[in-house]
């Protein structure tokens, strides 16, 4: 079955960019998506088809993929940014979700 | 804006049947658009369990297809879920999600405030 996987978690200081890696077999040749989860609340799609945002997700969120790595960026990124953020793709009918990165803001 | 509310027993024992229930509100279940199920363990990540389309047309996780049944009912404008067997490893928050169709690079835009249920005696 298909795999995707991500670094357990991220630090980033306030106003710095940070990169959440999500990494699969070839997964530049799937499109892969993002979403953001904060406790208590319902995942967030923030990133879809590799690079586009939904209506509302602040520019400083972006997304590319190539390869075998998709990766989120968050540039400048805000103390409201702390949240765990889960890449997902779609494989031989099934959706694949990564076991998720928690970026921490310090 | 499409709206979904997840309903069901929040408690459930073990080797019995899991069922929950999402309204859909803002958007007709016929229309398009695929629904699915997620669920997220305790401290754990999000675990797909399946999609359906308005026509019935269904995707289930490999892991838990012997035990998984997803159903529409467009009248009532709702989809089911049903796990059977359960076991304290399905103990969850279980979410229901609007999805894009499989082939155009699938994604939930969606999701429900999700349930937490548990598998206990």
């Known amino acids: 079955s298909y795999e995707l996987t991500q670094p357990p978690s991220v630090s980033v200081s306030p106003g710095q960019t940070a990169s959440i890696t999500c990494s699969g077999d070839?997964?530049?040749?799937?499109?892969a998506c993002w979403y953001q989860r904060k406790p208590g609340q319902s995942p967030v799609l923030v990133i879809y088809q590799d690079t586009k945002r939904p209506s509302g997700i602040p520019e400083r969120f972006s997304g590319s993929n190539s390869g075998n790595t998709a990766t989120l960026t968050i540039s400048g990124t805000q103390a409201m940014d702390e949240a765990d953020y889960y890449c997902q793709a779609w494989d031989s009918s099934t959706v694949v979700f990564g076991g998720g990165a928690k970026l921490t803001v310090l | 804006q499409v709206q979904l509310q997840e309903s069901g027993p929040g408690l459930v024992k073990p080797s019995e049947t899991l069922s929950l229930t999402c309204t859909v509100s803002?958007?007709?279940?016929?229309?398009?658009?695929?629904w699915g199920w997620i669920r997220q363990p305790p401290r754990k990540g999000l675990e797909w369990i399946g999609n359906i389309y308005h026509s019935g047309s269904t995707y289930y996780n490999p892991s838990l297809k012997s035990r998984v049944t997803i159903s529409v009912d467009t009248s009532k404008n709702q989809f089911s879920l049903k796990l059977s067997s359960v076991t304290a490893a399905d103990t969850a928050v279980y979410y229901c999600a609007s999805g894009t169709p499989p082939g155009a690079g699938t994604y939930f835009d969606y999701w429900g405030q999700g349930t937490l249920v548990t598998v206990s005696s």
């Open positions: 803002g958007y007709s279940i016929s229309s398009g658009y695929y």
């Open positions: 070839k997964l530049g040749d799937k499109y």
